[in-house]
């Protein structure tokens, strides 16, 4: 019963297939100062969006600012699929997805910050 309880609950309909969702947070420069995840793929992305936390600590925006947010979002995004953590089927325990999903940001975040010039501290 408890197998069942686990298939149900990270099981999108949408996708036909088991989903984990990771919300992450950058700043401008694109280092990623927050990670959001290890949530069943069947809710809404705004319902994770809204669970985060960060909702809260952002005012309302213009559509033209959250636009040009959204280019640094997907720039990071970008950084974290050549590690084929979000891009690929995880293949390990559920459990050890938050683990390796932060240390592949903090890789994610060493690199941006080399080719920024600037120094890990």
Known sequence: MCHQFWVKKYYS???KRHTVKTQITANQQGLIFDVF???EGKRHDFQVFQDSGVAKDIPK????LINRSRVIGEHVLSRLKKFR???EIFRNRLNKYYGIFNRIAGIVNLRTLNRSGLEWS
Do not use: Q, S
């Not at 925006?61 to 033209?64: A, D, G, M, Q």
């Open 13 to 15: 309909g949408k996708k």
């Open 37 to 39: 995840g290890g949530i």
């Open 85 to 87: 953590i979000i891009k």
């Open 61 to 64: 925006l213009v559509n033209k």
